[in-house]
């Protein structure tokens, strides 16, 4: 069983910057594509940002693109996203996933594995 461990999340004003953490256990770091999910009040869970296995290919949206960033540390287990210039419109509860791949993640189900998610709060 994969657990998915986030950390990082708390309330800062626009323009400024976050790093989240994601702690990867129960299965082989280096199979596995991640993301970074997002599901802001009164609306659906959005992709934000992915990685392929080993770290050669990233997605982001649009809205995040030039201020997010998606990394894995395959010695640590670990995948981050550092977040900068926040802007009020990024606050949301942000999920950590993993899944058999970068296109598998995209896709409607495709996620195999949820953290249980960090609150990311911007201010105005």
């Keep these: ?5 986030e950390s990082g999340g708390g309330l800062v004003q626009a323009g400024a910057s976050l790093r989240l953490s994601c702690a990867v256990s ?5 199979s596995l594509a991640m993301g970074w999910f ?3 009040p009164g609306k659906e869970r ?10 050669i290919n990233t997605y982001y949206i649009d ?6 960033t998606i990394s894995r ?4 287990n670990s995948v981050y996203l550092q977040m900068n210039s926040l802007k009020p419109e990024d606050t949301a509860v942000y999920y950590c996933a993993a899944a058999a791949s970068l296109l598998t993640m995209r896709a409607p189900g495709g996620v195999g594995y949820w953290g249980k998610g960090t609150l990311v709060t911007v201010s105005s």
């Design 1 to 5: 069983q994969v657990q998915l461990v």
């Design 26 to 30: 129960g299965r082989t770091f280096s």
């Design 38 to 40: 997002r599901q802001a």
């Design 46 to 55: 959005e992709f934000v940002a992915g990685i392929s296995t080993v770290g």
């Design 63 to 68: 809205s995040v693109k030039g201020r997010f």
């Design 73 to 76: 540390e395959h010695a640590k």
